[in-house]
């Protein structure tokens, strides 16, 4: 195998693990974040929470993630947390990449402490977000999202704030008494 | 600006690479596969006047679109082109770190960075709906989208078409099969370039960059027409107040031009540009 055809079939084999991770092109190279309604599920623990994050370049290489804190104004609540980073590279220029943060979103996320709350308490909350582009080279760590130094960086963040509630003891609602 | 509705190729095609294109084609429903056009050149403006002075017109035309609803917005696809030439415009001067002048009646606010603030929420005219279905709706988990819909009065009929439809259509697919030919048909300029010893102009290559994206973006405006159509009228509205529900921002920074120039032309070059680039095309297929 001479040096070109071996060169070939490594850009191929880059290509492949590459693509596992690209999305659909975006119009125009931007940093775009999109959080999903926050909202606690019922009455128990469960908060649906999540955002998207669509980060395009018109060249070919491309690294984008972000993470999410959810907390309460409560001692006795914990924050729940996440990150999530992808990149991607490729011959068609044109990259993006649509980073979930978590994976799988609206995603259903129990806040630590919740059950600990006494009955008839409403906490505030917020939902605070990050998200983070970087085109060109990059290396992507494996202890947690780690950007490299590349040109055209973008990033943002923001705070969205949701309250939770414990029903009180006078909810005339037969299944409030399943609640502890 | 005009796409060529059948294009001339201008050099010979190798017939693995004509074939997969071809093939390509077919499987997504691109009707036409428009090839680069030397003669096309990205629209610029000339200064931050003109600039503003598009971006308002651009912002009036798309406020009185958005009357007639997301589904209107989508099929509409000279307005998608007129935002595209627009949004063009504004990140070409901002990777060229020209001034744009004061945006921020378009909802453009300057972050003092180099970089670009928009709330998508309050100034919907950037946010291209198409772009957003093509972009979120295969994101979402089907299971969690379904009850979300549901929740707010989609029927289960149409929660299952949009299901069919996502299944069986794929943008990412879509999106490479409209860039392919136009980064195929470029490389070619490129070795003719090469061949007489002439450096490619970077105007050539704006111009390449362009028609490439223009191709991708009407491919997924087709792709999130595909969704509305599936749909009855009802559900498109619900879906549309769903997302009204999020939050959106975005951010627009600087590219580094030279350096992304560079690899791209470095990437153009390789010997077997075609069939990488076709079997990388390939590899997003379903």
């Known amino acids: 195998m001479n040096r070109i055809e071996w060169l070939s079939r490594l850009a191929a084999l880059a290509l492949v693990v590459s693509l596992g991770g690209s999305a659909p092109a975006r119009a125009m190279p931007d940093l775009r974040t999109t959080v999903l309604p926050i909202y606690q599920v019922g009455n128990g623990a469960g908060v649906s929470l999540g955002h998207v994050v669509n980060a395009y370049t018109v060249y070919n290489r491309l690294t984008a993630g972000g993470t999410y804190s959810a907390s309460c104004a409560s001692p006795q609540m914990l924050p729940a947390t996440g990150q999530r980073v992808l990149s991607s590279d490729g011959l068609l220029g044109g990259r993006s990449l649509t980073v979930t943060i978590p994976e799988w979103v609206p995603a259903t996320i129990n806040m ?10 409403t906490v505030s909350c917020t939902y605070n977000w990050t998200a983070r582009a970087v085109e060109g080279g990059y290396t992507v760590g494996s202890g947690g999202i780690t950007f490299p130094t590349g040109s055209g960086e973008r990033s943002e963040g923001s705070t969205q704030p949701f309250q939770m509630s414990v029903p009180g003891d006078t909810n005339t609602d037969d299944w409030q008494g399943c609640i502890p | 600006m005009q796409v060529p509705g059948n294009p001339v190729p201008r050099f010979a095609r190798p017939p693995f690479a004509a074939a997969v294109v071809a093939m390509l084609a077919s499987v997504v429903g691109i009707a036409n596969a428009v090839e680069f056009d030397e003669k096309m050149k990205a629209p610029q403006a000339k200064d931050a006047a003109e600039l503003r002075s598009r971006a308002h017109a651009f912002s009036e035309r798309a406020a009185l679109a958005r009357v007639a609803g997301t589904a209107a917005v989508v099929r509409d696809r000279n307005l998608s ?36 603030g928009v709330d998508l929420a309050a100034y919907p005219q950037w946010n291209d709906p198409s772009e957003q279905l093509a972009g979120l709706l295969p994101a979402l988990s089907p299971a969690t989208l379904a009850a979300e819909l549901s929740r707010r009065g989609m029927s289960a009929a149409d929660i299952g078409r949009l299901r069919e439809y996502l299944a069986a259509h794929d943008v990412k697919a879509a999106t490479a099969a409209a860039a392919l030919p136009v980064s195929v048909s470029f490389s070619r300029v490129v070795r003719k370039y090469d061949k007489i010893r002439r450096p490619v102009p970077d105007s050539l290559v704006f111009a390449y960059i362009y028609q490439r994206e223009r191709a991708a973006t009407d491919a997924r405006r087709v792709w999130a027409e595909g969704v509305v159509d599936a749909l009855q009228p009802d559900s498109v509205r619900v879906l549309e107040s769903y997302f009204d529900e999020m939050k959106s921002t975005a951010v627009w920074a600087p590219s580094d031009s030279r350096g992304g120039i560079d690899g791209l032309l470095a990437n153009l070059r390789l010997p077997d540009f075609e069939q990488q680039a076709t079997a990388e095309a390939k590899g997003v297929t379903p």
Do not use: K, M, N
């Open chain 1, 112 to 121: 630590p402490g919740f059950d600990s709350l006494t009955r008839g308490t």
């Open chain 2, 81 to 116: 082109a007129a935002r595209f030439d627009v949004e063009w415009q504004l990140h070409r001067s901002i990777d060229a770190r020209q001034s744009i002048g004061d945006l921020s009646g378009e909802g453009i606010v300057d972050r003092g960075d180099g970089t670009y």
